[in-house]
């Protein structure tokens, strides 16, 4: 049997999958906003992801690139120095970033870490790759290329329209399973660990072992997708664990509402269109603005609508329901 | 003793010098209200506390249905079924209602549509306000909350229900309408309840037998006529008599 609820999702999923494929043809397959479409695509996977751990979860995980990079770099030096392709390697890659964020959470939640002192933690593991990866025995401070070939099998092109697509099928695949989750049992009982975990527990619910299934289920997403992130940004290196991108990805889940797919969706969206824009117009004489953006963004997020942009959305939702009852 | 649900024998909690619980000891019989009264600082919280597995005792044990279940977690405790409500209730703020009592019939089941559905007849049951049930819970009324929070812990169908000071804060009308709601539930779900109180017109009026306790010691047991008489008790609460 099919839920109502679960048909009015499949409905609005399918005019934003075909909404979003006609987007290279909108932009006229101009290469470099197809470029940056596909970034503002990538940035959705990974809020929509974060939405997991952050938004259903409550866990203010700060290390959502630490996953995106383990992921990533596992896939491309696959690549290069076994001729894997990334259909393999990127599942190698989730199942690393999986791995770590078992080596992570487990003690974490063990020990009952939590609220800023999570956030703390995930934000160090960031900076502690960062080095580590700064090695010598490992990537060292030269900057990695991916392998100069093209095609399906490297899935590196020459036109950024086919990656384009390939980031809006995971996009769509990781919306899938946030919704499903969400309507899950699984949903409802992270949700009750985010608003009270003592009373979960009492209920019942083994927080632990919800925390540790939604801290694997987002870090294997975003190691997964890693591999194509390495592919947008052209190279890898220690670079790629980059802190203020990891902030960016949290900062943008909390302004698109904790919990919200929606939400994180547009706001991802939203935010990495408008950065990129500036970035490409006034870049040169303020570089650095969006970060200001967010910081007042944040601000007033925080002031108006603690709900963030999903407020807007359940507006729009009450609105509409009263119109119907009314007529 | 074979009607004993819960025995609870010899427990001891201490904090730093502070010994909380003092080797008590009681049982609680299958299908009975007990309440659990003593003054400010008893101990009472703390002894719920170690029973539901928050706390792990020092020294003793706690049975249930005859298992030892002293230092579980408090979710492998809930499994097998007790239940607690709290004395500050801990609402699930940015959920619905109807979501939260969700959240404890599905310790059973893991059929969504099937633990909504259950918990709306819970809900039910319970004389919820109908017209409240999708509202969130940060937006309801603390007698709401109490009620909330009661759903939501017979929800998860337990054997044993222990209510923290479900009384406090509440009106007196609304008193008597929860102490309808309890009786309700202990005869038609056979649920037995321990109720910690300290609004006495409330607990006399509820409980079938009182265990008092005080500066963590158990310093009587008996029928609520027994204890209202027993000296021991008024000196507790009231101090010792001028000579």
Redesign the interface.
Known sequence: MVSAEFKKHFTILAILTIALALVPFILGFNQYYILLAATSLIFAVFVVAWNIIGGYAGQLDLAPIAYVGIGGIVAAQLLKYYGITPWIGMFIGAGASMLLAAAIGYPTFRFGIKEVWYALLTASLVVILNNIAHLPQFLGSLDHYLPAKTGWYYLIFTDYQNLYYVILAVLIATIVINLKISNSKTGYYLRAIREDELAAEALGIDVRKYKLKALMTYAGIMGFTGYLYIVLQGTYSYHTFDSPTSLTIAIMGIIGGLGSVAGAFTSAIFLKTVEEYLRSTIGATIPGLYLLIYGILLIVVGIFKPEGIAALFNWAKKKIGFDRRGG | MSDAILQVRNVVKRFGGIIAVNNISFDVREGEILGLIGPNGAGKTTLFNCI?G?YTPEEGKVYFMGEDITGL???KI??KGI??T?QKT??????TVL??V???V??RT?N??K?MREAEEILKFIGFPEEKINAL?KDITLMDHKMVDLA??I??KPKLLLLDEVAAGLRPHEMDRLAGILRKINSEKRITMIVVEHVMRFVMGLSERIVVMHEGQKIAEGRPEEIANNPKVIEAYLGTKPV
């Open positions: 539901t928050i977690p408090p979710h809930a499994l239940a607690r709290w801990r609402p699930f703020k940015k959920m979501e939260a969700t959240v404890g599905l310790l893991s969504v549509d633990a819970g939501r812990a929800a998860t």
